[in-house]
Antibody, heavy 122, light 106 residues
Framework: EVQLVQSGAEVKKPGESLKISCKGS????????IGWVRQMPGKGLEWMGI????????RYSPSFQGQVTISADKSINTAYLQWSSLKASDTAMYYC???????????????WGQGTLVTVSS | DIQMTQSPSSLSASVGGRVIITCRAS??????LAWYQQKPGKVPKLLIY???TLQSGVPSRFSGSGSGTDFTLTISSLQPEDVATYFC?????????FGQGTRLEI
């Protein structure tokens, strides 16, 4: 059974750093792109970027380029989303997703993590 | 970047009724269009991909159509459990973009 299991909710202060994780299981983690999707409170879905765990090739949405870092460790089937200096506007639910089409940068998402709620408040 | 525009933003329909949600792309995307359902407080769920292919396990009352720039999601007989927000997504190339969502109420 394919699963994406994300790390737990976080409460941080502005300016702090954070790294959240997404562990895949039940499939060949290295051969499917993993993406991150942001959902701010009461708002829609925003694609942030993707990573190919096999070689760590990474693509970012222009809206998030330079704001976050996406990485992966294929040895432990885990992808990460990282901030160096959080802002209050980063408060949101973050989902990791698996690209359904193996090896394709453009794909719909067939599996979603359960979401990680990040709250940034002083 | 290609923009995705959904309409309406919200709608209310009766149980058993037919619901149509539309999604328009600012440029042609062939059939690289997916639909997701997000129930309140839940994770989004894939309903349809390639504009009209039903994901395994999704009830047959859901259907999708369209190609190029204009797409529709149809619920043929609305059920109470269909209360949710529906999002379209284009995925022909990065950046992947979503429509703003359509909130469906009974």
């Amino acid at each position: 059974e394919v699963q994406l299991v994300q790390s737990g909710a976080e409460v941080k202060k502005p300016g702090e750093s954070l790294k959240i994780s997404c562990k895949g299981s039940g499939y060949s983690f290295s051969t499917y792109w993993i993406g991150w999707v942001r959902q701010m409170p009461g708002k829609g879905l925003e694609w942030m970027g993707i990573i190919y765990p096999g070689d760590s090739d990474t693509r970012y949405s222009p809206s998030f380029q330079g704001q976050v870092t996406i990485s992966a460790d294929k040895s432990i089937n885990t992808a990460y989303l990282q901030w160096s200096s959080l802002k209050a506007s980063d408060t949101a639910m973050y989902y990791c997703v698996r690209h359904a089409i193996m090896g394709a940068t453009g794909s719909y998402f067939d599996y979603w993590g359960q979401g990680t709620l990040v709250t940034v408040s002083s | 970047d290609i923009q995705m525009t959904q309409s309406p933003s919200s709608l209310s329909a009766s149980v058993g009724g037919r619901v149509i949600i539309t999604c328009r792309a600012s440029q042609g995307i062939s059939n690289y269009l997916a639909w997701y359902q997000q129930k309140p407080g839940k994770v989004p769920k894939l309903l349809i991909y390639a504009a009209s292919t039903l994901q395994s396990g999704v009830p047959s009352r859901f259907s999708g159509s369209g190609s190029g720039t204009d797409f529709t999601l149809t619920i043929s007989s609305l059920q109470p459990e269909d209360v949710a927000t529906y999002f379209c997504q284009k995925y022909n190339s990065a950046p992947i973009t979503f429509g703003q969502g359509t909130r469906l109420e009974i």
